[in-house]
């Protein structure tokens, strides 16, 4: 007789297989007095030591599989075990008490575990898992225990598991896992995030007593209905393998598409490529059907760290992500980091108006070895690449031309050193501030394209700061004169025989579609996501329709007529 | 005593990457800092603890004051309030 159990669904999908239950080391805590003041301090001292090791190095490794928002979570234990009121309070427990260090740090992580789960948001009651999650690591540093050595099968499996911790899910191999099943957690819980990073069903709030259960008990795991079957009868077992084959094939069928160049129906061909931050960010566009890539982000080189990525490492990680795109064409964006983070050793200090200030290009005068050394990296981690590069937050040509110069530089010491370098980049730039759109023309014949950054064309335009939530509504790209500004670049940019790029969230846009195609856009750029949708977008369209749209949307006085009039011209529900 | 009073903009309060940075922020100065949160009318803790600062639940639109004392007091909280200001210095596109 099967048995149905029902919990939250997290992630969509269907899993057949056996299940395997995590049991993560329990760690028995014994308070004990009379203890020895300073050895009980010296033991949490080299306790928080070995944890801080340990969590450095899951932090590295989860950075370089998953990225840089799964690592972040590390980041947080780190601030944990640097908590002076965390750490204070067990050695005052210690002290006060006479207690063992063990007993003293169970104390303080379950007070402020429940001090967490007091609170009413389910964001905030989530870092109680965080704080235990921290405390069990420092327990297992003191008993000696290695975390870290689960074994899981050799064959691929459903987890089922009281409660996952990110320290517990680092270690699994994800390949061999089918699906995730939780009792405790929410819909924000680390198991959610996970699943949904993989790409594998899950299940949490599971209402079932797991520990009934066996390693090895069949199970299917219905991650959009919310339900595991324990023990399926065959004909359950049909059913579900026949839904798990046509959503695959669904899903098949979208990425296939994808893949194929975008054309509109009267053949006009343009190229679609995607924003990333990462390599695996570019294993994911690949996925999704990138062409290529429009703006590779590098400001994560430079942030959470206390100076300068050495030369080897900024090669090593752009020759990581070069290897995943092939021969595909790659934008880089040089580092565009700016007073809104205080980035010491790059003497960048908190600004009032940073989005204004001392950022990007800007840089460039009083530390040009930082841009110099950016390009030595990219143009010996390109060899063979079809790399283009281009600088943000340009406003005057002054700078398109010292930024050239300090290019041809690396470009020549590295030759005269011997070294061989990526031949025939292209050198672009950003239009993203309203002066380098309106002198469009004449920075057109110091580049080889334009990329536009409409995000911040439209705050620099309209004059809205786009972190403040009480006016960031009103930066829209959709505004008149934003869309003459993309306009009159992309045709000065055509005139001097120079392609024409997109990079903000326009280009994934639905609505914008038709507008930028008419406008003659050469290249969309966009989170990988929005590429299938996008891509069968464009090949609804009729490129000689799409000028037509584009030369009436330019005429129109607001933001509101623009948009009804795209909505009542092309439905972008079709 | 320097002190001043802000609305905390940021979707996710002060949580998750604006926590961090709040705490990092208020770390890297030498004078003792204290924040509370009094939309929830709690008590004043430690600037510097992410486990302190966590349990104070800011959620967007709660309002927060911050006081300091001590070695650069001044510039500690203007540093505070502007990371606050700039809503955390959120991505640009």
């Known amino acids: ?574 | 005593m320097p002190a001043a009073e802000v609305v905390v903009m940021h979707t996710v309060g002060l949580h998750a990457r604006p926590a961090a940075e709040f705490v990092k922020l208020a770390a890297s100065f030498p004078c003792e800092i204290k924040v509370c949160n009094l939309t929830a009318d709690s008590k004043f803790v430690n600037a510097k603890s992410i486990l302190s600062v966590l349990t104070l639940g800011v959620q967007q639109a709660h309002r927060v004051r911050i006081e300091t004392s001590g070695e650069r007091e001044e510039e500690a909280l203007q540093a505070l309030m502007a990371l606050i200001e700039s809503n955390f210095g959120e991505n640009r596109g």
Not at chain 1, 190 to 213: D, K, N, W, Y
């Open chain 1, 1 to 574: 007789m099967s048995r149905h159990a029902r919990g939250i669904p997290v992630s969509g999908g269907i899993a057949i297989g056996p299940g395997w239950i995590y049991r993560p080391t329990i760690v028995k805590v014994e308070r004990l007095g009379n203890q020895n003041l300073e050895i009980e301090r010296a033991r949490l001292a080299s306790a928080v030591a070995a944890a801080r090791d340990q969590i450095n190095r899951l932090h590295q490794a989860t950075r370089e599989q998953l990225g840089q928002e799964q690592a972040a979570i590390f980041e947080a234990h780190l601030l944990i075990l640097e908590d002076p009121e965390f750490i204070g309070g067990i050695n005052a427990a210690i002290e006060a008490d006479r207690i063992n260090a063990e007993a003293a740090i169970a104390g303080a992580v379950e007070e402020y575990a429940q001090r967490l789960l007091a609170l009413t948001d389910e964001y905030f009651q989530a870092r109680a898992q965080d704080i235990r999650d921290v405390g069990h690591r420092l327990l297992c540093c003191l008993s000696g225990v290695q975390t870290g050595g689960v074994e899981m099968p050799d064959w691929p499996v459903i987890v089922l598991a009281e409660d996952l911790t990110p320290s517990d899910t680092v270690q699994f191999d994800r390949a061999r896992v089918l699906g995730l099943c939780t009792v405790r957690g929410g819909p924000t819980s680390h198991t959610a995030i996970l699943a949904r990073s993989i790409g594998v069903p899950a299940v949490v709030s599971l209402a079932f007593p797991i520990e009934e259960l066996h390693d090895g008990v069949p199970l299917i795991l219905d991650g959009s209905a919310g339900e595991l079957i324990i023990d399926p009868a065959p004909e359950e077992v049909d059913t579900a393998r026949r839904d798990q084959s046509e959503q695959r094939a669904l899903w098949v069928q979208q990425l296939r598409a994808a893949a194929m160049p975008a054309a509109t129906t009267d053949g006009w061909v343009v190229e679609v490529v995607a924003n990333i931050g990462s390599a695996e960010d570019a294993r994911q566009a690949i996925d999704f059907g990138a062409e290529g890539v429009g703006l590779l982000r590098t400001e994560f080189l430079y942030l959470n760290r206390e100076q300068l990525p050495s030369l080897e490492e900024q090669v090593r990680v752009y020759q990581e992500i070069f290897t995943v795109m092939g021969n595909r064409p790659v934008v880089v964006r040089t580092l565009d980091i700016g007073g809104d983070k205080a980035v010491d050793y790059l003497g960048i200090r908190h600004e009032p108006n940073p989005f204004l200030g001392w950022r990007a290009i800007r840089m460039i005068d009083e530390r040009p070895e930082i841009l110099r050394d950016q390009f030595s990296a990219l143009l010996l981690a390109g060899k063979g690449v079809d790399l283009r590069i281009m600088i943000p937050m340009v406003a005057s040509l002054e700078e398109v031309l010292g930024a050239r110069q300090l290019f041809d530089q690396a470009c020549q010491s590295l030759q005269a050193s011997g070294q061989p370098v990526a031949a025939g980049v292209q050198f672009g730039i950003m239009i993203e501030v309203p002066s380098a759109a309106l002198l469009a023309g004449h920075l057109a014949g110091h580049v080889d394209f334009f990329s536009i950054g409409t995000n911040d064309l439209a705050q620099y335009t309209l004059a809205v700061d786009r972190t403040n939530e009480r006016v960031a509504h009103l930066a829209s790209p959709f505004h008149p004169a934003v869309l003459n500004l993309i306009a009159q670049t992309i045709q000065a940019a055509h005139a001097c025989g120079k392609w024409v790029g997109l990079c903000g969230e326009m280009a994934g846009d639905r609505r914008a579609t038709p507008l930028l195609l008419g406008l003659g856009l050469d290249e969309f750029s966009m989170a990988p996501a929005s590429i299938p949708i996008v891509k069968q977008r464009i090949r609804q369209l009729a490129f000689t329709d799409c000028q037509e749209i584009a030369a009436e949307a330019l005429k129109l006085p607001t933001t509101r007529a623009v948009l009804d009039y795209l909505d009542q011209v092309i439905p972008s529900a079709q």
